[in-house]
Every structure is written in C-alpha cells, then in structure tokens.
Nanobody, 119 residues
Framework: QVQLVESGGGLVQPGGSLRLSCAAS????????MAWYRQAPGKQRELVAA???????NYADSLKGRLTISRDNAKNTVYLRMNSLKPEDTAVYYC?????????????WGQGTQVTVSS
C-alpha cells in the first residue's frame, strides 16, 4: 500500500518559516519525481516546487527565493523549506509522487497538511 504522509504544517506568523516533510512508503522512492502542491480555499491546486529523481528542482515563479525543496532517498522523504511566509501562503500543502514509464504515468497524492500564516 502506497502512502505519502505529510507533516510539519501549522500556524506561523507572517515572516516566519516552516519545513514540511513527506514520508513515502510502498514505493521505490528514488525512482519517483516528487513535488509539492498547494490549494487555498476557493482556488485551484497549484504547483509549488518539484524535484526530479536526479535532484533538479523547479519552483513556481511567484515563490522563487523563498522555497527550497530537497529529498533524502535514504529516508524516503521529500522536504519543503518555506521562508518569509505571507498570509497568502495559507493553504493545504500536498505531496505528489510521479513517474513516467514507457508512456504510462504512475502517481500518488498525500492527504495534505494545513499551513496557516496569520498574526
């Protein structure tokens, strides 16, 4: 059974930092590209950051400079460090694992972790 379990969310003041974690089980973690998405109330889910199996990273343009995505294949975990948090960063953050193999995409979502930025 595949599980992606996010943790590290919570309430943080504007300007603060958080590190989200996503622990994967039931998959060969090292062969999956990983990403973080977020969904704010009333808005569509959007890509926040992504990291490939080789460690290449990609960030949403509006969030560049404030985020760092990383992975630890030995721990089957992907991280998202967020700095200088703003109220508009308030959302549920989801972990996403995917691989493309001969024309077939296999993907999984975590349940999400709530991040609330408020004073």
């Amino acid at each position: 059974q595949v599980q992606l379990v996010e943790s590290g969310g919570g309430l943080v003041q504007p300007g603060g930092s958080l590190r989200l974690s996503c622990a994967a089980s039931g998959i060969i973690f090292s062969i999956y590209n990983m990403a973080w998405y977020r969904q704010a109330p009333g808005k569509q889910r959007e890509l926040v950051a992504a990291i490939t199996t080789g460690g290449s990273t990609n960030y949403a343009d509006s969030l560049k400079g404030r985020l760092t995505i990383s992975r630890d294949n030995a721990k089957n975990t992907v991280y998202l460090r967020m700095n200088s948090l703003k109220p508009e960063d308030t959302a549920v953050y989801y972990c996403y694992a995917h691989k493309w193999d001969g024309g077939t995409t296999t993907d999984y979502w975590g349940q999400g972790t709530q991040v609330t930025v408020s004073s």
